[in-house]
């Protein structure tokens, strides 16, 4: 996830090795548009495993997340230098 003030653009990445990311779109950046993206994830998504990069705005997106006992991991922005 890639976490803006006003929306938060989504991919999605099969557990497969190698397997393509899929950008899935845009969503609100509101606690209710989180639920809603998860309550649309299909059926055999038993383990979904939330991913964004280091960055000011998302930092209630973690609180949130790991508020409702899902995995959210938190990355380093790979275009950045110290």
């Known amino acids: 996830m890639d976490v803006h003030q006003e929306s ?4 999605d990445e099969a557990t497969e090795q ?3 990311v899929i950008f ?15 309550r649309k994830r299909p059926l ?5 495993v939330f991913v964004y990069k280091a960055a000011p705005r998302g930092s209630w997106l973690y609180r949130y ?3 409702r006992d899902d995995v959210c991991w ?3 922005n ?3 230098s110290a």
């Open 8 to 11: 938060i653009a989504v991919a």
């Open 24 to 38: 899935l779109g845009t969503i609100g950046a509101r606690h209710c548009d989180i639920d809603t993206l998860i």
């Open 74 to 76: 938190v990355v380093a």
């Open 65 to 67: 997340l790991m508020k």
């Open 78 to 80: 790979p275009g950045r």
């Open 44 to 48: 055999r998504s038993t383990h979904l």
């Open 18 to 20: 190698h397997a393509e």
